[in-house]
């Protein structure tokens, strides 16, 4: 069986008639600057993860260090040691940090595109608690109590984040959510790690939905309606499914080489109206 993710000159051979698609330079430069980074990491897998778009024109391509995944509840849960990466010219690749806790909650909160200069920052803004009213004092009998006083609107607290925390935590998501692969591909050995099913046979019924599950372990025909789209192209032997919670992120099944791949190229921002595709 051969390795699931391939090289990026495959997996874009592969998607090119999905839009992902880039000038053969930049491609076979990514090609040589993965391998070179992947061994001044010692890892075990360099992929290329996909591209985002931004607002400034300087896109920002991803790649995504594999070292290993485990069974955590049910879901495949990457190594502490995979790490993303990324690259505005295809050649230096630098680290994108995980941002903390607290700044991935504010993240979230963001919606709009990025800009493609690493040193912008954004701002959250969120409403300040209201103060407690003050005690009603008492009043001596037959008088009147006096009107409430209603507390004053306080400015929202505003709240910088980082653009390479947005694109952390946009990456991480779409990772999360987004990519799907045949449904027997992987195994879990005697220590919860996951590998490849030696014994893979292929997949039986390449266009059918039901043949493939998210990387949650989701079978994809029983995820949330309207989610995934998949195309087979009989004559080529392969399948495309494509997510539209995240669109711009694809996942392939090649017969012919009985392998698979993903890889994402969009602006990185979520389907709010997934409800209406089904």
Not at 161 to 181: G, H, K, P, R
Not at 234 to 240: A, D, E, I, M
Not at 260 to 269: D, I, R, T, V
Request: proline share 8%.
């Amino acid at each position: 069986m051969k390795i699931m993710m391939m090289n990026p000159l495959v997996m874009l051979d592969a998607l090119a008639s999905s839009g992902c698609v880039l000038p053969t330079e930049v491609s076979a430069t990514l090609e040589t600057s993965l391998q070179l980074k992947r061994a001044e990491l010692g890892a075990k897998e360099f992929w290329f993860w996909g591209k985002i778009s931004t607002t400034g024109g300087k896109d920002y391509f991803i790649g995504q260090t594999m070292n290993g995944a485990k069974e955590v509840d049910g879901v495949m849960t990457l190594a502490a040691t995979n790490k993303y990466y990324y690259s505005q010219d295809g050649v230096n690749w630098l680290d994108l940090e995980k941002p903390s806790a607290e700044q991935m909650q504010k993240a979230v909160k963001l919606e709009g595109w990025l800009t493609g200069d690493p040193a912008h920052t954004f701002t959250v803004y969120e409403p300040q608690p209201l103060p407690e009213p003050e005690p009603v004092p008492e009043v001596a009998e037959g008088e009147e109590p006096p009107a409430p006083v209603e507390p004053e609107p306080l400015p929202d607290l505003e709240f910088p984040v980082s653009e390479l925390e947005y694109l952390y935590c946009t990456v991480a998501a779409i990772d999360f959510s987004a990519f799907a692969m045949p449904a027997n591909m992987m195994t879990i050995d005697a220590k919860a790690d996951y590998v490849y099913n030696p014994e893979f046979p292929g997949v039986q019924y390449p266009d059918k939905l039901s043949s493939f599950k998210s990387v949650r372990g989701v079978e994809l025909s029983k995820d949330i309606p309207g989610k995934w789209g998949l195309v087979h192209d009989s004559f080529k032997q392969l399948s495309v499914i494509r997510n539209l919670e995240y669109p711009g992120a694809f996942s392939y099944y090649s017969a012919v080489t009985n392998s698979a791949g993903k890889l994402y190229f969009g602006s990185g921002l979520k389907n709010k109206d997934l409800a209406f595709c089904v």
